[in-house]
């Protein structure tokens, strides 16, 4: 790579970092605030974050086409500004309807700004090279609920959830709209090595979806982003209830995303000596023993921690991988439409966490969430073991 887009992977890094806390993990970090000032249930706040990964999880495919026509450089700039807008106005609203419809518009923003456009657009520009580079920002991005969970639970606390939001608002438009405006500004400084900017041929992604392994994929990244978002999205509460106090809640909720970052490292040292297939059988697994530990903890704070290694570092493993299974299992051509098609799955699993995670703990209290999600990881583990035998 050039030094312009040595730099541009860089500045993107920063834009997801900030993307993520903003419009992902945001929730998270003020829940207490929201619980407690907001008047409406935990399923009525978490169907705001729900309907919004909805939204762009139904945009994926389009954001993914637009990126194979050549349109990802302004896709991440103008997506990002569509969720500060959305953030902004979730800091002002006052009924559960106009809750729901801000969140709507920050989906918007999450559809078209963040890792699924930002992957595609590397791949289409770097080629075979794009693989360091999206191991560079999600190695960075690791931090992004580190970021949002201190930041929330003291803005929450400080200026309650609408001033919070209004933190958060201001971050995504001063930070991340620029950064994904300059980062793709120096990428596209550089040679393209990815395939041609064209229209996706007709029947590409019918093609793509013929085969089991598409769908084999899908399910094992809906179930593991999927159980992921239950816990990020109920993390502060799911402490309290395992023991923890306020502050260690928060430390181990922030230490999720440092963790990420060790497990990304870990791959981009080793990923040539382990393989992506291998690898996505032992973060499988790692998903698993972060439920059971958290299961197992009563007012230890060595299983909650040990809850934030295994689980930090498989989600940060598995953000890396999904991108390299799909080029690997289905091919580089036509990748940003078919990785839109397939990000549905695990998208739309994303959706669901928020207020799925808020029944289950509804009906049977947090074990029954942590039970929920130790079984996502064991059937996603068991669709690893089906790959090995395609030879992946």
Known sequence: MSRDERLGVWVLAVGQTLGFATLVFSFGGILPALLDGSGWSRAELALGPTLALLVSAVLAPVSGRLVDAGHGAALLAWAAALGAAGLLTLSGVGSHAAWLACWALVGLGQAGS?????????????????????????????????????VGAWAGAALGWHGALGVFALLQLAITVPANLY???????????????????????????????????????????????????????????????????VVVASSVGPMQVAGRLFLMVGADRIGSGRAARVITLGLAVASAALLLAAGQPVLMFAYAVFQGASIGIASILRPLLIAEALGRENFGAVSGALAT???????????????????????????????????????????????I
């Open 114 to 150: 963040l890792y699924e456009t930002c992957f595609a657009f590397l791949t289409r520009r770097l080629g075979g090279e794009a693989r360091g580079a999206i191991i560079r920002i999600t190695v960075l991005a690791g931090f992004a609920s580190s970021l949002a969970f201190p």
């Open 183 to 249: 980062g793709a500004q120096l990428l596209r400084r550089g040679q393209r090595r990815g395939p041609a900017m064209v229209e996706t041929p007709k029947g590409a992604v019918r093609t793509a979806i013929a085969k089991p392994e598409f769908w084999v994929l899908a399910a094992i990244f809906a179930l593991m982003i999927g159980g992921h978002m239950m816990l990020v999205s109920f993390a502060l509460p799911i402490m309290e209830d395992r023991g923890a106090g306020t502050t260690l809640a």
């Open 345 to 391: 799955a695990p998208l739309s699993a994303s959706a669901a966490a928020p207020y799925l995670g808020a029944l289950l703990i509804g009906w049977g209290g947090v074990p029954l969430l942590l039970a929920a999600t130790l079984c996502f990881a064991l059937l996603a583990f068991a669709g690893t073991l089906w790959l090995a035998g395609r030879g």
